[in-house]
Nanobody, 127 residues
Framework: VQLQASGGGLVQPGGFLRLSCAASGFILDDYVIGWFRQAPGKESEGVSCISASDGSTYYADSVKGRFTISTDNAKNTVYLQMNSLKPEDTAVYYC?????????????????????WGQGTLVTVSS
């Protein structure tokens, strides 16, 4: 069972990146996938999550309107499209999965609820 996060990199403010979280060893259909981030010296922050069961999503206020989470169940992969990036988005981004199914997400599951974690991918927003 593995989650593989990728797509991080260096981007200028206002730019964009797309992160991927590929699952292997299990099927995402009955899971909720969350994205978390941790900046240097700061606590981990839940960014967004999606139910692969019904496609419902939830976003932290800090990224609402700029980030979009989506799932491709055929590829067993979740994406995080990040637009209008700001320096404060700089962090290591992690994806995680918790088994459901869950429908109609109303929030981001706390980190201790997740069953599997990816290794993290670094996003740096700087000019």
């Amino acid at each position: 069972v593995q989650l593989q996060a990728s797509g991080g990199g260096l981007v200028q403010p206002g730019g964009f990146l797309r992160l991927s979280c590929a699952a292997s060893g299990f099927i995402l259909d009955d899971y909720v996938i969350g994205w978390f981030r941790q900046a240097p010296g700061k606590e981990s922050e839940g960014v967004s999550c999606i139910s692969a069961s019904d496609g419902s999503t939830y976003y932290a206020d800090s990224v609402k309107g700029r980030f979009t989470i989506s799932t491709d169940n055929a590829k067993n992969t979740v994406y995080l499209q990040m637009n209008s990036l700001k320096p404060e988005d700089t962090a290591v981004y992690y994806c995680a999965a918790v088994q459901g199914p869950y429908y109609g997400l109303l929030g981001i599951f706390p980190s201790y609820e997740y069953d599997y974690w990816g290794q993290g991918t670094l996003v740096t927003v700087s000019s």
